[in-house]
């Protein structure tokens, strides 16, 4: 039973590049969650999705960034314009369901180096 | 803003001793979460608590659910040099909110 599964693992973009980073949850998880982890700092939430459907994105910056989680296949994070502040490691976790007992597992993440 | 805090921000311990740290936060959290992050991975999950009081052992580690239900601390017994790692806690205001994440300890274990 195959985990979270992010990739690509390393992503290395010049300035003004678009990044997208890919998302594909645990088998029956209909819940995904992206977070972004600077250098020394937790994790801070971005965007929380439902199958086709943004709950929260409280987190995203207003610009350059979107979210999606298509009817078929993975979550995609998509930076525009990538900046070198953008450099960090992108987080993304699935759950079956909201509510207790139901906890989000992680991927091993995907850490985007804008060069 | 930031809404848990974690304390210590680090800690060098010895191999065989005991750990303790905790987090607080100015806002009533439903649930309290324990992580653990390896370099270069993602959070693994080590105890969750539902319930003010609730005290939950994993192993060698044990985590409370404070009373006032603003605060959580995790207890690692005997520690060994695989417990190197940053402990996050983490939480939830209801049960259908985003989990928001502390900062994070730093823990080396000295062999």
Redesign the interface.
């Known amino acids: 039973n195959a985990g979270?599964m992010q990739n690509p693992r390393h992503l290395v973009r010049r300035r003004g590049q678009e990044a997208r980073l890919r998302c594909s949850p645990m088998k029956g998880h209909s819940h995904v969650?992206w977070?972004r982890q600077l250098p020394e700092?937790?994790?801070?939430?971005m965007v929380?999705l439902q199958k086709e459907n943004i709950i929260?994105e409280?987190?995203m910056p207003k610009e350059r960034f979107s979210a999606e989680f298509p009817k078929e296949g993975p979550s995609i994070l998509r930076i525009q314009q990538v900046v070198r502040g953008d450099s960090a490691a992108y987080?993304c976790?699935s759950s079956a369901q909201?509510?207790?007992?139901t906890?989000?597992?992680?991927?091993?993440?995907t850490r985007l180096t804008v060069v | 803003g930031?809404q848990?805090n974690q304390s210590p921000q680090s800690m060098f311990i010895q191999e065989g001793e005991d750990v303790s740290m905790n987090c607080t936060s100015s806002s009533i959290f439903n649930?309290w979460?324990w992580y653990k992050q390896d370099p270069?991975?993602?959070?693994?999950?080590l105890i969750?608590l539902?319930k003010a009081g609730e005290l939950t052992s994993n192993g060698r580690l044990t985590a409370q659910f404070g009373i006032t239900r603003k605060d959580s601390f995790l207890n690692i017994s005997a520690s060994i040099p695989s417990d190197v790692g940053i402990y996050?806690c983490?939480g939830r205001k209801t049960?259908?909110d985003?989990?928001?994440?502390?900062?994070?300890t730093s823990l080396s274990v000295i062999p």
């Open positions: 979270v969650y977070y700092e937790g994790l801070k939430f929380y929260d409280s987190g987080f976790a909201l509510g207790q007992n906890e989000a597992f992680f991927g091993q993440g | 930031q848990l649930t979460l270069g991975e993602g959070p693994v999950l969750a539902y996050f983490a049960s259908y985003k989990v928001i994440f502390g900062p994070g």
